[in-house]
């Protein structure tokens, strides 16, 4: 590849050409604050805050100017400071300073930029543009008064998740990130995946916040709290306490837990062993009986309602399965209640998860096995459990190891991956494999399928059968799978969709940042998990195989329609009251 | 220039006739200022029916067509009166005496910046630079320019389309 080279401080730097003075100066170990930036995804030199002197008339933005041959760069002398000084206390005039109140203290970008260049005193104090206050949405709050304009979730919901549900409208002071024609944001066409909360440099974009209702519980002498785990949150939430993104932490969590007072520490991974189970049966029965293909997974709520939203008329591809966390609700609520002589109303089922969807997903009306009472009460993401586990003082990387509880605590190494992009599919490989040839799996790694590329695909021998299989994460990956299923062009047998990218250990309530590198480290963590289990395979979980005997009859049986299958609501792209037709998929 | 033909009272817009509008036009990304033009010149301003037929005509999202709509201050995405008044208030203007222009309007109209009066004639709108400092301050109503204006002229003009317009 073609080189150039620049001197950047004095110090000289070959970078391949088409760089930017940004990332020259990182291959020079030379640090250039940024906010707006964001590696591969959004540079658009919004915040001018990565200013430099480039011997040019005006100082010029880092993240937008190519390095050019026998460039000359200075990223530190006092106009270049004055400068972004300048431009970060103003950016503080407009911003909402209540730092010690605000979500994102201490992990603010904001923050730490001005600290970066030093900045003590309030130099500008003037009027600040009005507050929009959007509490709409279960899943996501927006606050303008801590916008920035940086437009990061501009070009994350519209790029990398295709939704477009926030745009900047206006010009000048009164510019601000809304959804269409200023709408809530519950109004419009929005997935709640929460990429946009999970790029925010700033607390204008957060998680709704539901600890305190998970400490009530808790201190209700009346209720039974039982919580569930999902497989990605193990992976990442070291990085709370600063432990580094890849460290696995399931046993100081379920310490965690246990110290926090929930009366069962149960995992999400249970579920997912008998999501395969049922979904894996469900596929064998399309493709049997000339069911609907390819069928479509429905763990992640975030795809659900985008293809509610985009592709209505596709509904019926798409797998009946509940997701795992509410599989795992109306069991906790039904079979586990039963088990040990408990009354519904008064289990409360916490789901922690590295999701804001899923809070969206446990108030959907049609997720409750009694009527009226909800089968998971509350969810919470990876970052609000971080906070309970602070709140407790708790020297997390010290906790000693603790087991999940059992029967809805007992999982397999197949039910970890459900967390990495492709884990879906390959669990279910793994146990459709056996289930169809009656052979063992040699090998149960299906590498091929693994790693971060957004659209994946695969020929998988089982039995008589070449089953195609095609793996998509972000939304606008799966738009080029739905965009091929419409013009007849897939001819796949299964395809696995998870809304954000690099699957759920990448999802919306995750420690914040997520970059690539970090994705990749958790997804490290997920397999490293899997190989450390015993049990790989989820149709060998023993307590999975017990439900089924006691209590579930046979999958795809009776009760399993009742409580592990659902259906889905076709919904308007623009706002108007949603259709109330009800499509299932399947036959 | 941009007319405005349409009664705020009157919000009703055809789906059909919307689809008509924006449908003359190529489904080029780069065709979404003329497009908007023609809408707020069929249509007065920008309806909500028509930020959605023209984004599913694009292929972009309802959010892009509304916040470029709103990023340039001669579209709107309310309806306006018959009579839209934009008063620059660039230096210019601004040095000549825009303000006490400005007073004198909203007396006669008494309705401030952004509003409409309740007959649906007027609309004020207090915007940047049109190129007029020449004649500073200056007003344009709809698409005619007065200019060298002092407050006292300001009943005439106002009255002139006032009856114009009934």
């Known amino acids: 590849m073609e080189q150039v080279t620049l001197t950047i401080d004095g110090k000289e730097v070959s970078v391949p050409k088409g760089s930017t003075v940004l990332d020259a100066s990182k291959a020079a170990g030379i640090g250039i ?17 990565c200013l430099v002197d480039v011997g040019a008339r005006s100082l010029q933005t880092a993240c937008t100017y190519p390095a050019s041959e026998g460039m000359k760069v200075v990223t530190n002398n006092p106009r270049v400071r004055s400068a972004r000084k300048t431009v970060v206390e103003l950016m503080l005039s407009a911003h909402r300073q209540e730092c010690t109140c605000c979500p994102r ?25 009005e507050q929009i206050l959007d509490t709409s949405s279960p899943s996501i709050t927006r606050d303008s008064s801590k916008c920035i304009l940086c437009r990061r979730c501009v070009t994350v919901c519209q790029q990398v998740q295709g939704v477009g549900a926030l ?20 109004d419009v066409a929005c997935v709640m995946c929460g990429q946009c909360v999970s790029v925010c440099p700033v607390g204008a974009l957060y998680e709704k916040d539901s600890t305190d209702d998970v400490w009530k519980a808790i201190a209700d002498p009346t209720k039974h709290v039982v919580v569930q785990t999902a497989p990605a949150v193990r992976a990442a939430l070291g990085e709370e306490f600063g432990m580094p993104a890849g460290t696995r932490v399931t046993g100081q969590m379920v310490t965690a837990l246990r110290q926090m007072g929930f009366d069962k520490v149960f995992d999400t991974d249970f579920t997912a062993d008998l999501t395969i189970l049922e979904e894996g049966n469900e596929l064998l029965h399309r493709v049997k009986n000339g069911g609907t293909l390819p069928m479509i997974t429905s763990c992640s709520p975030g795809w659900i309602k985008y293809i509610e939203h985009f592709y209505p008329t596709l509904l019926p591809h798409l797998s009946t399965c509940k997701s795992p966390q509410q599989m795992f609700g109306a069991l906790a609520k039904t079979y586990y209640a039963e088990k040990a002589g408990i009354k519904p109303e008064d289990i409360f089922v916490v789901s922690i998860m590295p999701c804001t969807a899923k809070k969206y997903e446990c108030q959907r009306t049609e997720m409750s096995a009694h009527p009226g009472i909800p089968d998971v009460d509350v969810v919470l993401t990876t970052r609000e459990l971080g906070k309970m586990i602070r709140e407790m003082g708790m020297d997390f990387a010290n906790l000693p190891k603790g087991e999940c509880d059992s029967p809805l605590g007992l999982s397999t190494g197949a039910a970890v991956i459900f967390g990495a992009t492709g884990g879906v599919m390959e669990a279910a490989l793994r146990t459709v494999y056996e289930v169809v040839t009656g052979e063992t799996l040699d090998n149960v790694n299906f590498t091929a399928i693994r790693g971060l590329e957004g659209v994946k695909e695969a020929t998988v021998k089982v039995g008589d059968l070449d089953v195609k299989v095609a793996i998509a994460s972000g939304l606008s990956n799966a738009k080029k799978l739905m965009e091929k299923i419409k013009n007849g062009e897939a001819d796949y047998h299964f395809i696995e969709i998870m809304c954000c990218p690099g699957g759920c250990l990448g999802g919306g309530g995750q420690p914040i940042p997520t ?55 076709p919904r308007a792209k623009y706002p108007e009251t949603d259709k109330e037709e009800v499509t299932t998929g399947g036959e | 220039m941009l007319e405005t033909t349409q009664c705020p009272n009157c919000k009703k817009t055809d789906v059909a006739d919307i689809r008509d509008c924006v449908r003359q036009f190529g489904r080029d990304q780069g065709n979404l200022i003329p497009i908007l033009h023609a809408v707020q010149k069929k249509y007065g301003y920008l309806t909500a029916d028509a930020t959605e037929e023209i984004a599913d005509w694009l292929g ?10 709103t990023f340039y201050t001669l579209f709107s995405t309310k309806p306006l009166g018959k009579y839209v008044v934009r008063l620059c208030d660039s230096p210019p203007c601004h040095i000549e005496g825009s303000l006490s222009i400005q007073k004198a309007i909203e007396e006669d109209l008494g309705v401030g910046n ?26 344009m109503v709809n698409d005619e320019v007065h200019g060298n204006l002092t407050p006292e002229m300001i009943p005439a003009i106002l009255s002139k389309y006032r009856k114009e317009g009934n």
């Open chain 2, 60 to 69: 972009i999202h309802a959010s892009e067509v509304y916040g470029t709509a």
């Open chain 1, 515 to 569: 970059t690539n590198e970090i994705r990749k480290a958790r997804m490290g963590a997920i397999y490293e998990e899997d190989e450390h289990l015993t049990i790989r395979k989820s149709h060998e979980n023993p307590a999975v195989l017990a439900l089924y005997a006691e209590f579930l009859g046979e999958p795809l049986g009776h009760k399993s329609h009742e409580l592990l299958h659902t259906h889905y609501t």
């Open chain 1, 33 to 49: 604050p940024t906010l707006c930036h964001l590696e591969n995804v959004h540079a658009i030199g919004a915040c001018r805050i």
């Open chain 1, 105 to 129: 203290s201490l992990n603010c970008e904001l923050q730490k930029v001005a600290k970066i260049l030093g900045i003590q005193e309030h130099r500008f104090d003037g009027e600040m543009p």
């Open chain 1, 167 to 186: 745009f900047p409208v206006d010009r000048g002071f009164e510019t601000a990130i809304v959804p269409a024609l200023k709408n809530d944001l519950i």
């Open chain 2, 114 to 139: 952004g509003e409409t009066t309740e007959d649906g004639l007027f609309t004020l709108e207090v915007v940047s630079c049109f190129g007029l400092c020449g004649v500073a301050p200056a007003i």
